[in-house]
């Protein structure tokens, strides 16, 4: 397992950071955009394993164009004036993010009027849909604003450099010293002591960097 994970790293790690440094920004907002897509289902996979169902299609759709006002946001360039004032142009896409969320959950009051679920499952769609738009989606999407600004392409390296170290943490931590299981219905390997890793090696390379 573990020569598995060092081989897909000794491969991906060096595309990884030849596409955040050099490649142009519609190319790293696609890539991304599927990236936020994987686990985006993955997300909804696991809700599905413990009894909670999710509005799938309205859910991506919706976190689609949050990565879409993401990129064109990015896209807009900021002017530094004197005395440390920017001037930035108005955004891009009417409402930006904002009306995306209202969008949103608009849309999630449609679906749960009409859907056939009965009332619990009813509302384990709509935690489940909301948790993954601003759980899983949102945050993820921060990644290709962050590459429009000034500086912005080696913050974003030294973001991934943290989660690569805490995650390769986690698995050692995890795999050697790990005891207390954090959720066994949906991950049996994973620990609280690789989750205690995790967050303690990302805040040392961040440190450190």
């Known amino acids: 397992m573990f020569w598995k994970r060092a081989l897909t790293a000794a491969i991906l790690v060096p595309v990884t950071v030849g596409v955040v440094l050099y490649a142009p920004l519609w190319l790293l907002s696609g890539l991304a955009g599927v990236v936020i897509l994987l686990s985006l289902w993955e997300f909804f996979r696991m809700g599905e394993q413990v009894g909670f169902p999710g509005f799938v299609q309205w859910t991506t759709l919706c976190a689609l164009l949050v990565v879409f006002v993401q990129w064109r946001e ?8 004197a005395g440390g004032w920017t001037l930035s142009p108005p955004a891009t896409v009417p409402g930006g993010l904002e009306a995306i969320l209202v969008l949103f959950l ?11 679920l009965d009332v619990s499952r009813r509302l384990g769609a709509l935690v489940e849909s909301t948790g993954g738009l601003l759980l899983v989606a949102l945050p993820l999407s921060y990644l290709v604003r962050i590459a429009g600004f000034p500086s912005g392409r080696r913050f974003l390296l030294l973001v991934l450099a943290m989660m690569w170290v805490g995650d390769t943490a986690a698995y050692f931590v995890g795999k050697s010293l790990g005891r207390v299981p954090m959720a066994p219905v949906l991950s049996p390997k994973k620990t609280w002591e690789g989750a205690a890793a995790n967050l303690l090696g990302s805040v040392v390379a961040g440190f450190l960097a």
């Open 74 to 81: 990015a896209a807009v360039s900021v002017k530094r004036m």
């Open 106 to 116: 608009l849309g999630l009051g449609v679906l749960a009027s009409f859907t056939r």
